[in-house]
């Protein structure tokens, strides 16, 4: 470990009251997607007071705050807003209904953890190139009903915040991304380090149309939009057979409306489809599968359908754990053990991403690696599940203060030397996409607006 590695260390370590109660703060105002107003305000408030140059309201909430030299390459890290719908966990805002059970919060106060580190004159004087702090909006699935409002108020990507980010050019000046969430793979280290594959999705909303008549008096003359729904359903279930494992298919529905009274043949149904899988194509080819199902079951009623595609988000192209983040666990490793010689804190463990390694969930996380090197490592720190009323923190040090140690770390890795660690990332990298063809994908695949109704 360097004399600067030693300096990032000690910086975080001074302010951990400063990040804890960050974190705290955080967390007890959690705020649901593209409506982190005040989340966003602390995140603003934190980086211009050391000094970043900073953008606020990109894609509404998102926050960007800058330390840009002109020469060398920029590494951006990510910190999530949003929390999760989640009324009965116990610190749910009572309001909006939303917590912090992905633990969002515990990503921001790394975050700010490592812009205090990087803030640092000498550590600054050592880097060949700059590093940016972004707070970003709506990670979590967005309903239908909320993307209409969404759409109303002018976000145009509105499947997630990553995604309107980079249509808007927020990410222009990056060139490495480094990302950070607790743990979402069943993991016993307190560290899993890379960026494992895992699943993109796709979703639609689709509207059955049949004909309203008397369920007992004529129901000949009626075209039932509930029996259109439930064969679709059904075809789905069928089609299941043709999944490969290798996929990772996930397919499933939910009924929202079918029919309104009992006496009437139901006239028009609602359902919300989701489409999940390992590779943009499969996704792709399953949902046509779909669209066959419900287009096979109107034609066979004699009832019509019309959907709207809603986006989703892309499967995660995988990535190792580069050199760089191995190196700056260990020597996180080794400061722990020095500082537990003088008073009794634990041993740290890690393991790193191994060749089929597979997240079945869905992060727009994967939009950014079809467009940049990212940089991944998840934490430890809480119990209970994602998502659920039971999650908790019930380890400080490892899901606030280590992370922010490790993602600065690792950020004067990439960068020192000439950056030349950054640099052969950067150009070892082949992305899928650039924010032109990444925003033309996306308006011709996953556009919100496409509504194809059917006359059968
Ligand atoms: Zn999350």
Known sequence: MDLIEQRILDIIDRHREEILSFAKDIEQHPEPGFEEMRTAEKAAEFLSSLGYEVQSGLARTGVRGDWIKKEGPNVTII???DAIGCRTHPKADPENGT???????????????????????????????????????????IDAGKRERLKKEGIVFTGSGKSELIRLGAFDRTNLVMTTHVHMVP?????????P??????????????????????PWNGVNALSITTSAIQMMGLMRETFREEDHARLHNVIRKAGDVLNSVPDEAVVE?????????????????VDRAYDGAAYAFGGTVEREVLQGYMPILPRKADRVMVEAMQDL????????????????????????????????VGDLSHLFPVL?????????????????????????????????????????????????????????????????????????????????
């Open 333 to 364: 490793k080794n400061w722990i053990q020095k500082k537990s010689d003088q008073n009794t804190s634990g041993d740290l463990s890690w393991r790193e991403v191994q060749e089929g390694d597979f997240n079945n969930a869905c992060t727009d």
């Open 187 to 195: 993991v016993k280290e307190d560290f899993y380090l890379g960026n």
């Open 273 to 289: 489809t989701k489409v999940r899988a390992s590779s943009l194509k499969r996704i792709e080819e399953i949902r046509d599968m």
């Open 376 to 456: 991944n490592f998840t934490f430890s720190g809480f119990e209970g599940k994602l998502h659920g009323a039971d999650f908790r923190i019930v380890d400080e040090e490892k899901a606030y203060i280590l992370p922010a140690m490790l993602l600065a770390l690792t950020t004067y890795k990439l960068l020192k030397n000439g950056a030349s660690e950054a640099k052969k990332i950067i150009e070892d990298f082949h992305p899928v996409f650039d924010r032109e063809s990444y925003v033309r994908y996306v308006q011709e695949h996953h556009s919100y607006s496409h509504i194809d109704g059917k006359e059968s």
């Open 197 to 218: 594959a895992c699943n993109g999705f796709t979703a639609e909303k689709v509207i059955v149309r049949g004909k309203a008549a008397h369920a007992a008096i004529d």
């Open 99 to 141: 917590a912090h059970a992905c633990g969002h919060h515990a990503q921001l106060a790394a975050m700010i953890g490592a812009s205090l580190a990087l803030a640092d004159e000498d550590v600054r004087a050592s880097l060949s190139g700059s590093v940016s702090f972004f707070s970003v909006p709506a990670e979590e699935y």
């Open 79 to 81: 910190g999530e807003m």
